[in-house]
Nanobody
Framework: QVQLVESGGGLVQAGGSLRLSCAASGISFSLNAMGWYRQAPGKQRELVATINREGSTNIATSAKGRFTISRDNAKNTVYLQMNSLKPEDTAVYYC????????WGQGTQVTVSS
């Protein structure tokens, strides 16, 4: 049974920072690419960042230069460091392996006030 537990969200002012964590279990974590997604109210869920098992990363254009994805295979955890946050970053953030077709985790809410 795959479990994905996201944490670290909260309310922050524009320009602030947050670090999200996602603890994964039930998978061979070190063998999986991982991704962070987000879904803003009334919008489609979008891919924000990915990291493959070798540690190579890709960041969406909207987050490039502000967000960093990293992983700790010893802790089965993937992180998303978010700096210079903007109100348009407000969303529920989710992580999951790539590829993966199972249920989404509960996500963690990020709210950026202007």
């Amino acid at each position: 049974q795959v479990q994905l537990v996201e944490s670290g969200g909260g309310l922050v002012q524009a320009g602030g920072s947050l670090r999200l964590s996602c603890a994964a279990s039930g998978i061979s974590f070190s063998l999986n690419a991982m991704g962070w997604y987000r879904q803003a109210p009334g919008k489609q869920r979008e891919l924000v960042a990915t990291i493959n098992r070798e540690g190579s990363t890709n960041i969406a254009t909207s987050a490039k230069g502000r967000f960093t994805i990293s992983r700790d295979n010893a802790k089965n955890t993937v992180y998303l460091q978010m700096n210079s946050l903007k109100p348009e970053d407000t969303a529920v953030y989710y992580c999951r392996p790539i590829p993966y077709f199972g249920a989404w985790g509960q996500g963690t809410q990020v709210t950026v006030s202007s």
